[in-house]
């Protein structure tokens, strides 16, 4: 079946440390999209990629850094300049970034600061 | 700024009633769409609308989309318990999708 994996599920992290956060897709979609999910505040866009060795920043990017060496794969790496980085990410795929296409979305990793 | 604002933030219903939650966006929307995140679970891709005034249903859910394609909004008729969970919008500007914040729907059996 073709979808998004994300992994790991969970994940905890102590102060100072970088962490990275893998997302995979078999669906051959070109754009691929990190959100972060917190209580009360929806979805908000952190990076996107359109096209391999192509990505943008999101609303909320500071902090974060990606890459997009495969189409299939699009790792998002938490860095510790990222001052409140426990929430719910997640990851998203689209056919492409300007068509009428829908998300597909990761099942997500849950990070949390300890 | 908040591109896209939802209300209400949570709903509770007797199971049976009907519910509904509104998008409202400050500026025009190309198309829009619709997505379902049961608890514990991730956002699950339900409609788009892309005409003014458009209305497409499934089931028991109608999803609507304003005549100046800057409000939308879903519709559940006689809800049943597998409804719970949170209902996003989120509205393509042309340049980024705005997902709202999101209703939390509660159906008290």
């Known amino acids: 079946d073709g979808g998004i994996t994300q992994s790991p599920k969970y994940l905890f992290r102590k102060e100072g440390q970088n962490v990275t956060l893998s997302c995979e897709q078999n669906?051959?979609?070109?754009?691929m999209y990190w959100y972060r999910q917190d209580p009360g505040q929806g979805l908000r866009l952190i990076y996107y990629?359109?096209?391999?060795?192509?990505?943008q920043k999101g609303d909320i990017a500071e902090g974060y850094s990606v890459s997009r060496e495969k189409k299939e794969s699009f790792p998002l790496t938490v860095t510790s300049a990222q001052k409140n980085p426990t929430a719910f990410y997640l990851c998203?795929?689209?056919?492409?970034?300007?068509?009428?296409?829908?998300?597909?979305f990761g099942s997500g990793t849950r990070l949390t600061v300890v | 700024g908040q591109q896209v604002m939802q209300i209400p933030q949570y709903q509770h219903v007797q199971e049976g009633e009907d519910f509904t939650t509104y998008c409202n966006s400050s500026?025009?929307?190309?198309?829009i769409q619709w997505y379902k995140q049961r608890p514990g679970g991730h956002p699950v891709f339900l409609i788009q609308?892309?005409?003014?005034?458009e209305v497409k249903k499934q089931k028991r859910l109608t999803f609507q989309f304003g005549e100046a394609k800057k409000n939308s909004s879903l519709h559940i008729t006689a809800t049943q318990t597998t409804d719970v969970g949170t209902y996003f919008c989120?509205?393509?500007?042309?340049?980024?999708?705005?997902f709202g914040t999101g209703t939390s729907l509660t159906v008290i059996p």
């Open positions: 669906l051959n979609h070109d754009a």
């Open positions: 989120a509205g393509d500007t042309g340049n980024q999708f705005y």
């Open positions: 500026t025009t929307l190309s198309n």
């Open positions: 990629s359109q096209i391999v060795n192509d990505f």
């Open positions: 998203a795929s689209r056919r492409d970034s300007v068509g009428n296409y829908g998300y597909t």
């Open positions: 609308l892309v005409k003014s005034g």
